[in-house]
């Protein structure tokens, strides 16, 4: 689902995108992934699920590219995670 938030092109114009998603580490959401990230979204205050599960699959020093670094930070300091958020 992150890949849905960030992709618009069907002719292969976002290069830069599809060379960093081959470095990217994507894993599964399970039923218990996606509860803990429910619970994330309330204690941070954030209305924002798919942040919230980023957040809680984060293991310390993964980088988190967003373009909204105030949220993922919030909800990084809610999950007591070491995740290092890289605002782009």
């Given at each position: 689902?992150?890949?849905?938030?960030?992709?618009r092109?069907?002719?292969?114009?976002?290069?830069?995108?599809?060379?960093?998603?081959?470095?990217?580490?994507?894993?599964?959401?399970?039923?218990?992934?996606?509860?803990?990230a429910?619970?994330?979204?309330?204690?941070?205050?954030?209305?924002?699920?798919?942040?919230?599960?980023?957040?809680?699959?984060?293991?310390?020093?993964?980088?988190?590219?967003?373009?909204?670094?105030?949220?993922?930070a919030?909800?990084?300091?809610?999950a007591g995670?070491?995740?290092?958020?890289?605002?782009?």
């Open positions: 689902m992150v890949v849905a938030q960030v992709w092109d069907r002719r292969g114009r976002q290069v830069n995108l599809a060379r960093l998603l081959q470095a990217t580490d994507v894993r599964a959401v399970s039923q218990r992934d996606g509860r803990e429910g619970v994330l979204q309330q204690t941070a205050g954030s209305s924002d699920a798919i942040d919230a599960t980023v957040v809680l699959l984060a293991s310390p020093g993964d980088r988190i590219l967003t373009s909204d670094p105030g949220d993922i919030r909800l990084a300091e809610a995670t070491r995740a290092i958020v890289v605002p782009c």
